[in-house]
């Protein structure tokens, strides 16, 4: 069945590229092809990376890395340094010291070759509610430079991919919170990228919602070979989906391993949770700050 796009949908697809910063526009690859990564065998490597604003040290002196291929989790309580330390990764905000390699490129000297390699899924709603799914998806493969020939069916793979085929032609506005976060994902997806940023992929969703998104990110490592680095406050998630994870404190990594390696430090019947508590001091339960709650709440009510 042929999709159009309605008359105000196209005026949104016209404002929102109107609207895009320079280096967005970067992202797609020259003719819309799919961009590989650099032969490398770590997806992203960190060499002393650090982000200072004023006195305060968000990130210190990182030096880590991980695999190819690889569901990678960093964990931490708010405040610890993740969401400066994603934004330095996907070329949002520069480092004071330091630099990083993904995808097998420079974040610092190369910074369009990285944003051709990556997807971001933020933990805001991103999608747009008085859209369908369907030209929510186009206004993505227009931004990525998916040529118009590829379109279509690049689309309409994501949406088999993400089982949103059926609901294509709804406005966003009536998905459910899972449903949501499913085509916020394929938005992410559309151009192939080597490195996918998921950022609290299930935060404010049910648990049925939230097992489907969980079989995505697996189905998405598997079909793609895409490397995935996730953040979540979430034990199960961490535990079921990541084969590395990182524990970050105060700017700093303050441990690194398997699930089982991890747990293993603390004795046999340790969780993940103790692992939390251990290395970072902090109660799963607690932290933040007004703006940490505001953010998850509206999150959560907008997917809800």
């Known amino acids: ?143 990525y430079g998916i040529p118009r020939s590829q379109r279509g069916a690049r689309i309409a793979e994501a949406l088999d991919f993400m089982d949103l085929t059926n609901a294509s032609g709804k406005f966003v506005k009536h998905y ?13 997806m559309l151009h192939r990228p080597s490195v996918l940023f998921l950022d609290e992929p299930t935060v404010g969703l049910d648990p049925f919602a939230k097992q489907a998104v969980w079989r995505h990110i697996r189905e998405l490592r598997r079909e793609f070979q895409a490397t995935i680095l996730m953040t979540t406050h979430d034990m199960q998630e961490a535990d079921l989906l990541c084969e590395t994870i990182a524990f970050m404190h105060q700017g700093t990594i303050k441990t690194i391993g398997t699930p089982a390696e991890l747990k293993a430090t603390l004795g046999p019947t340790a969780t993940l949770g103790d692992v939390f508590i251990h290395y970072t001091g902090a109660d799963i339960s607690e932290g933040g700050d007004l703006r940490d709650v505001a953010r998850t709440r509206l999150t959560s009510q907008r997917l809800g």
Do not use: C, W
Request: proline fraction near 5%; avoid cysteine; glycine fraction near 10%.
């Open 176 to 188: 459910s919170g899972g449903m949501i976060r499913r085509l916020e994902i394929a938005q992410s």
């Open 1 to 143: 069945m042929p999709y159009r796009l309605r008359s105000d949908g196209a005026s949104k697809i016209r404002e929102t590229k109107e609207t895009i910063v320079a280096g967005t526009s970067e992202m797609s690859s020259p003719a819309g092809q799919d961009a590989p990564a650099a032969p490398h065998s770590n997806a992203v490597e960190t060499k002393l990376l650090t982000r200072r604003y004023e006195s305060l040290v968000a990130v210190n002196q990182l030096t880590f890395s991980f695999a190819q291929g690889s569901i990678f989790g960093l964990l931490g309580p708010n405040g610890a340094g993740k969401s400066t330390l994603i934004k330095m990764l996907t070329t949002l905000l520069p480092p004071s010291e330091g630099t990083a390699l993904v995808a097998g490129f420079d974040i610092v000297r190369e910074p369009r070759e990285v944003r051709r390699r990556i997807g971001y899924v933020s933990q805001m709603l991103s999608a747009d509610g008085d859209l369908t799914g369907y030209e929510n998806l186009l206004i993505s493969a227009k931004l």
